[in-house]
T-cell receptor, first 109, second 117 residues
Framework: GQNIDQPTEMTATEGAIVQINCTYQ??????LFWYQQHAGEAPTFLSYNVLDGLEEKGRFSSFLSRSKGYSYLLLKELQMKDSASYLCAVMDSNYQLIWGAGTKLIIKP | GAVVSQHPSWVICKSGTSVKIECRSL??????MFWYRQFPKQSLMLMAT?????????EQGVEKDKFLINHASLTLSTLTVTSAHPEDSSFYICSARDIAAGYNEQFFGPGTRLTVL
């Protein structure tokens, strides 16, 4: 079956760096997405990786290793507004998004 | 950028009534739209894939006669929850695929919170 694993919850301090890991097993691979979702709101797109390596976008970076079925989202210079759930999703061979359960990130002052 | 709207943002209804939720792509054409449901503290669950001009494809366990989907144009898909019950209370989110951007672009609407009394 298809499976996306990510930690349920993480806590970090304002100004620090946090890495959220995601491992996946899917039928086919057409890219991996990271979304941010604040409570009561719809997800917003953060990043897309289809080739191995690191994609940097401001304070956020996303890494992919297809051979390991592994990705991480790196958040630098954490701000209180970064408190949210972070969803990892993989697009399978049918171009369907397979979603992880999300990682709730709590930022403390 | 690509914008997807949903209407209404929230709705409260009595048990047994039907509720229609609209999903519109405002500045792009979407041949495919997706309907998701999200219960509190859970991840998104794909309910169905809606293709313009054809019948929707429902995920296993989703009743097609209860959740009616109509994708009449390249910019509008509707989800009707028929004979709603309290267990249907959830956050419903649509997303749309931008033809011009290719298969790997999917944009989300703001969601509709449904509460069935």
């Amino acid at each position: 079956g298809q499976n996306i694993d990510q930690p349920t919850e993480m806590t970090a301090t304002e100004g620090a760096i946090v890495q959220i890991n995601c491992t996946y097993q899917t039928s086919g691979f057409n890219g991996l997405f990271w979304y941010q979702q604040h409570a009561g709101e719809a997800p917003t797109f953060l990043s897309y990786n289809v080739l191995d390596g690191l994609e940097e976008k401001g304070r956020f970076s996303s890494f992919l290793s297809r051979s390991k079925g592994y990705s991480y989202l790196l958040l630098k210079e954490l701000q209180m507004k970064d408190s949210a759930s972070y969803l990892c999703a993989v697009m399978d061979s049918n171009y369907q998004l397979i979603w992880g359960a999300g990682t709730k990130l709590i930022i403390k002052p | 950028g690509a914008v997807v709207s949903q209407h209404p943002s929230w709705v409260i209804c009595k048990s047994g009534t039907s509720v229609k939720i609209e999903c519109r792509s405002l500045d792009f054409q979407a041949t495919t739209m997706f309907w998701y449901r999200q219960f509190p503290k859970q991840s998104l669950m794909l309910m169905a894939t809606s293709n313009e001009g054809s019948k929707a494809t429902y995920e296993q366990g989703v009743e097609k006669d209860k959740f009616l989907i109509n994708h009449a144009s390249l910019t509008l898909s509707t989800l009707t929850v028929t004979s709603a019950h309290p267990e249907d209370s959830s956050f419903y989110i649509c997303s749309a695929r931008d033809i011009a951007a290719g298969y790997n672009e999917q944009f989300f609407g703001p969601g509709t919170r449904l509460t069935v009394l």
